[in-house]
């Protein structure tokens, strides 16, 4: 099981920005793939942005254009950089790694989230 633990959750105005990071306790499998996942209360956790072991980005329609995901090999980190953030993406935000990162399915490791709060 590999641990995910996450930070520079915290509370920003529309139309600000916050990075994301997610540090991993080891290497993972070569076939594994990375990403964000977020949840409102109430409601089903979504995925927000991945990135297969090729390098593939995907971003969910929401926040294409708005959030860059990216990871550096060395240091075991992922990163999300969240950009023009709306009230709407206020969630607690998972930093996941599976074998299948577009559904909730396919995640084997979960982070403790992060909590991202954007006031109008």
């Known amino acids: 099981q590999v641990h995910l633990t996450e930070s520079g959750g915290g509370s920003v105005q529309s139309g600000g920005s916050l990075r994301l990071s997610c540090e991993r306790s080891e290497y993972t499998d070569s076939n594994y793939c990375l990403g964000w996942f977020r949840q409102v209360p109430g409601k089903a956790r979504e995925r927000v942005a991945s990135i297969d072991s090729d390098g593939t980005t995907t971003y969910a329609d929401s926040v294409q254009g708005r959030f860059t995901i990216s990871e550096d090999k060395a240091k075991r980190t992922l990163y999300l950089q969240m950009d023009t953030l709306k009230p709407e993406d206020t969630a607690l935000y998972y930093c996941?790694?599976?074998?299948?990162?577009?559904?909730?399915?396919?995640?084997?490791?979960w982070g403790q989230g992060t909590q991202v709060t954007v006031s109008a």
């Open positions: 996941v790694a599976g074998w299948v990162c577009s559904v909730v399915e396919g995640i084997s490791d």
